[in-house]
């Protein structure tokens, strides 16, 4: 994560690098960082983590994304309601840049995107797809309705639309929806989406994880190169 974060522009304030692992590190011989290098015991305590993989970095935060500037460029985002599990957010966004969707807005009441689990949980994808914050709904989705997006939602309820099918009767530019971990999208956001969606499970299974689901979502959203 402290390569990726160096590699896509992030300034470090400091890096405390493990001394067994030093060997390993192409980037510790750049000019300039701020390393110091340590056991890994003295690491721990330093930082308070209980897991150490070779490295760890504090970063200066950068500049909150522009949202206007996101949406007039994408064809295909991720709107996220509530999601409050840093990890969870963090395999959204893997899933959405692996798999070709061009950004994800989220809500306020969504936990932070450079928060430090929901960054490894993305495998550093955080640090380099877009994203951004949305007003809450239903204003987020009127605004992107304005900018021309179909507003899908993807609800557990099976008489729903199938996924597959709301998107390709949406037409270029879509929106979709992912609602909280627990109660889902709200009855606001159903309410200013244009199509209520699902994907088909078979019985007795009524849900999936927010991030299993985000994971299909995005490999029928998505527009792989």
């Known amino acids: 994560m402290v390569a990726r974060a160096l ?3 992030y300034a470090a304030q400091a890096i405390l690098v493990d ?6 590190i192409d980037w510790l011989g750049r000019p300039g960082l701020p390393v110091v290098v340590a056991d890994r015991e003295l690491i721990r305590q330093v930082s308070g983590l209980a897991v150490i993989r070779e490295a760890v ?9 522009n949202l206007a500037a996101i949406v007039a460029v ?11 599990n ?3 957010l963090g395999a959204i966004v893997r899933s959405a840049a692996a798999l070709g969707v061009d950004a994800t807005l989220l809500d306020s009441a969504c936990t932070d995107p450079l928060y430090r689990r929901a960054v490894r949980g993305s495998m550093g994808a955080v640090l380099t797809h877009p994203w951004g914050r949305l007003v809450d709904l239903p204003a987020g989705l009127a605004q992107l309705r304005a900018a021309g997006f179909a507003i899908i939602a993807l609800v557990t309820d099976r008489h729903a639309q ?3 099918a709301a998107v390709d009767a949406a037409g270029p530019r879509i929106a979709l929806v992912l609602g909280t971990e627990g109660d889902g999208i709200t009855d606001a956001g ?3 989406s244009d199509v209520l969606a699902t994907v088909p499970m078979r019985s007795g299974v009524d849900s999936l994880n927010v991030a299993a689901a985000a994971a299909v979502a995005c490999s029928l959203l998505g527009e792989v190169s």
């Open 74 to 84: 994408a064809r295909r985002i991720l709107v996220l309601e509530g999601i409050a």
């Open 86 to 88: 840093p990890a969870n």
């Open 57 to 65: 970095g504090i970063f200066t935060r950068p500049v909150e994304p």
């Open 190 to 192: 159903r309410g200013a």
């Open 162 to 164: 199938p996924l597959a």
């Open 19 to 24: 001394a067994a692992a030093r060997d390993r």
């Open 7 to 9: 590699e896509a522009g």
